[in-house]
């Protein structure tokens, strides 16, 4: 209960910040729009149908997008020395750790559900017969994402090159989630049934599971001084 | 420095160069030439051994960072360097030699093929093992990340392995390991076995050299460090 609580705390917290400066969901909110825009005219449409390519536009543009956003989840606490004070705190660092993955979530989930509105408008995609296979989709590869993706942010974030070493230790283990998550995307796009895509979601729920488990388990070495 | 770890290293050494003539020896003389690749395929006997070594040795960085976490214990790190610098070496020899016999065998230099883009991310967690030791200003930091990084690789290479193998595949399938014994001929298979050894033999005695040099130069540096401290101190 108390780890719960611990846990919430953390949540909490970073949620209120980011309302409150709104920073990290400003900026990759706009850069999801804007991304959509640039797509437009990017791909030769009289080649290629841009819904035959929307599924893997869409998985990179959450990947760039979380990479802004996630870069900096430790970058304000570092700034002001306040993460030693939430290292001090009775909190276990695992519970610091996942109310960080769950606040970061929950940012990712907000950007992907406008990536969705912006993409299907822009795009005229059909979430038609399983909009909610898609963020069953959407959602465990960003659960997998972000876990990972906040363990190394808070590794790129103790070395001299901050965030720009972040995609390099982020994105050859990506593979899994966007080739599972793309491909399933792709089918539901297609108008398949979601029974089609279950391997698919197993998948990417062990790519999930894996994410989780190691980064509560490892992110006590990299933030223990 | 005549230490027991030495004379290993270099018994070690020279075995794998002896090693590494008689393989080239049995792959350009010995060996019976492949009947629908011809001669490319003997690039075989190089690549798969490599491959082995390419893995197994990130199978070691992630067992010694693993155990250095949970038990600090220093020689643990210097070991995983060593073995992650050897493994990025092997990596590079397969990287290499993939494309040359794909070149040949399949018409061009790069395909999705699984193992060949595993190798190429194996390459790429490698890079940042290297980076994120390169980037801290506290060795001890730099130790913790590159453990953290090994660790979180070999733990998602069996995903990375699963995509790769489902997105397509053009590569030669098991050709030793197999439930109905192997399918090589014995010629072949014997040059295949040595080469394995070799590279086995090879990469250890690498590791061992690096390792003695990793030692001497972190005691070195702990000797600068003592003299820049006031006497007493």
Known sequence: ????????????????????????????????????????????????????????????TLVFAGMLGLGRTFQLEAEEGAFQGILLSPAPKDAVFL???????????????????????????????????????????MLGFVSLGTLF???????????????????PLLVPMIYFGATATNALLDGRPVAEISGNLRMLGAFALVAVASGTTLFRFVVEE | MASPIKWRALTAGIAGVVGIVVLHWMVFFWVPTEATMGVIQRIFYIHVPAAWVAFMAFGVVALCSAIYLWLGDERLDMMAV???????????????????????????????????????????????????????????????????????????????????????????G??????????LHPQMLATLLTGFGVFTVLFFSLMAYRFG?????????????????PAGA
């Open chain 2, 82 to 172: 060593s073995a992650a610098e050897g493994g990025m070496v092997f990596t590079t020899v397969v990287l290499l030699t993939g494309p040359l016999w794909g070149k040949i065998a399949w018409g061009t230099y790069w395909v999705w093929d699984p193992r060949l883009t595993l190798t190429l991310l194996l390459w790429f967690i490698y890079l940042g093992y290297f980076m994120v030791r390169a980037a801290t200003e506290s060795p001890e930091r730099g130790k913790r990340f590159a453990a953290v990084v090994g660790i979180v690789g070999a733990l998602d290479i069996p995903l990375i392995h699963l995509s790769v193998v489902w997105f397509r595949s053009l590569h030669p």
């Open chain 2, 213 to 229: 040099l990793e030692r001497a130069r972190r005691a070195a540096a702990a000797r600068a460090a003592g003299r820049l401290r």
């Open chain 1, 99 to 141: 109310g960080k993955v769950v606040a970061n979530f929950v940012l990712l989930a907000v950007v992907t559900l406008l990536l969705m509105a912006v993409f299907g408008l822009f795009f005229q995609l059909d979430y038609g017969q399983s909009p909610l296979g898609l963020l069953g989709v959407l959602g465990l590869g």
């Open chain 1, 153 to 171: 942010a808070a590794v790129s974030t103790g070395t001299t090159m901050k965030e720009t070493l972040l995609p390099i230790l982020l994105f």
């Open chain 1, 1 to 60: 209960m108390t780890y719960l609580r611990q846990v919430g705390i953390i949540v909490w917290k970073d949620l209120v910040v980011e309302v409150r400066t709104g920073e990290r969901t400003l900026s990759m909110a706009g850069f999801t729009v804007l991304v959509g825009i640039l797509f437009n005219y990017a791909v030769n449409q009289a080649r290629v149908p841009i819904q035959d390519v929307a599924a893997a536009l869409m998985w990179m």
């Open chain 2, 174 to 183: 098991p050709v030793v390991l197999k439930p109905e014994g192997p399918s």
